[in-house]
């Protein structure tokens, strides 16, 4: 009896210990291998692999002769989850890092910061019928329209509108301060699992010198949007007729024609956009139309700073047609192996122009662009835009552009 009790705590001993080894190990081999973190995460990207061609050659400072050539129209990565989350009510603490190079960031580094922000839900988002009502505070993209909202992995067109990329404008690129967007008068339609809100509204500071950089003033940029939604139910074909309007208002500092750029005070900086958004499978349909105000001064002197306002009037008008099964939600949730999904077409048109100064002669640049998306994934895409360009400060005439890219997100 003696021997049997030895022979079972001996066991025990050898099966404890071959336990304690293997949570050892499998603590080792988690700490080695497993990103960890004290918070929900969840990690995205995008990376856009990219062919361009002109008929015209580009020569500058540090460029000869140049019509065709690679680039990497974006390249991100992600970071956003649960700083807290109200299992309760749904007043969550969210946040937003993201790094990259893409066509909205300034410089050619690969580290850029992109968005950096906290969001808090003033409103509970358990029932989803109820009103949101959201309180963001950093880096983060303009509330303006329809084109500068939208994330680089979502936009349709390889070159993005003329008014977003504009160095005057400045609508593109990203602001820091605090935005406030909110909808009212919501209903859900279950069965399709979608929700729309009657009204949609945001309001924000920021400080109006862009990105990654401090206040170049004493003055904070207000800027307001307000859409109404048509209201109907998931199988209308008025579903997402979507009307908007925003208003931009602040101070730009006006500097000098003169070598050193001197300072020459402060001025209007003001953007008006109506637009108009109707996707409803399988057409869709977007226009904008931006009007801006911008006081510069072209004295080279302070006594004589001839400081004038000047006006810059915008158009962009994309229409799309889908055909296949992407966005079909009984081919969408079919099981498949791996990560399966079935493809989609859609070829588009877009006309966009920009006239940088309605009084002066010249100053106009209209573009028009036919292209083809094949999506692979909701966010794994093959596109190929051709655009003619006629650009009237261009001396060598209009030019067409021809470009190919490959999009994966993640």
Same mark, same amino acid.
């Given at each position: 009896?003696?021997?049997?009790?030895?022979?079972?705590?001996? &066991?025990?001993?050898?099966?404890?210990?071959?336990?304690?080894?293997?949570? =050892?190990?499998?603590?080792?081999?988690?700490?080695?291998?497993?990103?960890?973190?004290?918070?929900?995460?969840?990690?995205?990207?995008?990376?856009?692999? %990219?062919?361009?061609?002109?008929?015209?050659?580009?020569?500058?400072?540090?460029?000869?002769?140049?019509?065709?050539?690679? &680039?990497?129209?974006?390249?991100?990565?992600?970071?956003?989850?649960?700083?807290?989350?109200?299992?309760?009510?749904?007043?969550?603490?969210?946040?937003?890092?993201?790094?990259?190079?893409? /066509?909205?960031?300034?410089?050619?580094?690969?580290? @850029?910061?992109? &968005?950096?922000?906290?969001?808090?839900?003033?409103? /509970?988002?358990?029932?989803?019928?109820?009103?949101?009502?959201?309180?963001?505070?950093?880096?983060?993209? +303009?509330?303006?329209?329809?084109?500068? /909202?939208?994330?680089?992995?979502?936009? !349709?067109?390889?070159?993005?509108?003329?008014?977003?990329?504009?160095?005057?404008?400045?609508?593109?690129?990203?602001?820091?301060?605090?935005?406030? %967007?909110?909808?009212?008068?919501?209903?859900?339609? =279950?069965?399709?699992?979608?929700?729309?809100?009657?009204?949609?509204?945001?309001?924000?500071?920021?400080?109006?010198?862009?990105?990654?950089?401090?206040?170049? @003033?004493?003055?904070?940029?207000?800027?307001?949007?307000?859409?109404? $939604?048509?209201?109907?139910?998931?199988?209308?074909? +008025?579903?997402?007729?979507?009307?908007?309007?925003?208003?931009?208002?602040?101070?730009?500092?006006?500097?000098? $024609?003169?070598?050193?750029?001197?300072?020459?005070?402060?001025?209007?900086?003001?953007?008006?956009?109506?637009?108009?958004?109707?996707?409803?499978? !399988?057409?869709?349909?977007?226009?904008?139309?931006?009007?801006?105000?911008?006081?510069?001064?072209?004295?080279?002197? +302070?006594?004589?700073?001839?400081?004038?306002?000047?006006?810059?009037?915008?158009?962009?008008?994309?229409?799309?047609?889908?055909?296949?099964?992407?966005?079909?939600?009984?081919? %969408?949730?079919?099981?498949?192996?791996?990560?399966?999904?079935?493809?989609?077409?859609?070829?588009?048109?877009?006309?966009?122009?920009? @006239?940088?100064?309605?009084?002066?002669?010249?100053?106009?640049?209209?573009?028009?662009?036919?292209?083809?998306?094949?999506?692979?994934?909701?966010?794994?895409?093959?596109?190929?835009?051709?655009?003619?360009?006629?650009?009237?400060? @261009?001396?060598?005439?209009?030019?067409?552009?021809?470009?190919?890219?490959?999009?994966?997100?993640?």
């Amino acid at each position: 009896m003696k021997f049997e009790l030895q022979s079972i705590r001996e &066991d025990h001993q050898g099966l404890q210990t071959d336990v304690e080894n293997f949570k =050892f190990q499998w603590q080792r081999e988690r700490d080695l291998h497993t990103a960890t973190t004290t918070r929900g995460l969840l990690i995205t990207g995008v990376v856009q692999g %990219r062919f361009g061609w002109i008929d015209q050659d580009t020569t500058n400072a540090t460029v000869y002769g140049r019509r065709a050539g690679f &680039d990497i129209g974006s390249a991100i990565v992600g970071f956003t989850g649960n700083l807290y989350r109200d299992y309760e009510e749904g007043r969550n603490l969210t946040y937003s890092l993201r790094y990259g190079a893409s /066509p909205q960031t300034a410089g050619n580094s690969f580290l @850029n910061l992109l &968005d950096a922000n906290i969001q808090y839900s003033v409103l /509970p988002t358990v029932d989803r019928e109820a009103p949101a009502l959201t309180i963001t505070l950093g880096q983060q993209l +303009l509330p303006f329209g329809l084109e500068v /909202p939208a994330n680089e992995e979502l936009k !349709p067109v390889i070159r993005n509108a003329e008014f977003s990329t504009n160095p005057t404008l400045g609508l593109g690129r990203r602001d820091i301060g605090l935005i406030v %967007r909110g909808d009212l008068f919501s209903q859900m339609d =279950f069965g399709y699992n979608y929700r729309q809100a009657l009204i949609a509204y945001a309001f924000g500071v920021v400080n109006g010198s862009g990105p990654n950089t401090n206040d170049d @003033n004493d003055w904070k940029d207000v800027i307001a949007r307000l859409a109404f $939604t048509v209201p109907c139910g998931f199988n209308s074909w +008025l579903r997402q007729i979507t009307i908007g309007a925003t208003g931009y208002w602040g101070k730009r500092n006006t500097n000098l $024609t003169d070598d050193p750029k001197t300072l020459s005070g402060k001025g209007t900086k003001e953007r008006y956009g109506i637009d108009f958004y109707y996707n409803h499978w !399988p057409f869709g349909l977007t226009y904008e139309f931006i009007l801006a105000k911008d006081t510069l001064t072209l004295g080279k002197t +302070l006594v004589d700073p001839q400081r004038r306002d000047v006006i810059s009037r915008a158009h962009t008008a994309t229409f799309f047609l889908s055909f296949g099964e992407q966005f079909v939600a009984g081919f %969408r949730n079919q099981g498949r192996f791996d990560d399966w999904w079935p493809k989609t077409w859609q070829p588009f048109v877009r006309w966009d122009t920009l @006239n940088r100064d309605v009084d002066t002669d010249g100053q106009e640049v209209h573009i028009l662009t036919f292209g083809l998306n094949l999506f692979f994934a909701e966010t794994t895409k093959l596109q190929v835009n051709y655009s003619h360009r006629r650009d009237e400060t @261009n001396k060598n005439g209009p030019s067409n552009e021809l470009f190919t890219q490959v999009q994966f997100g993640f």
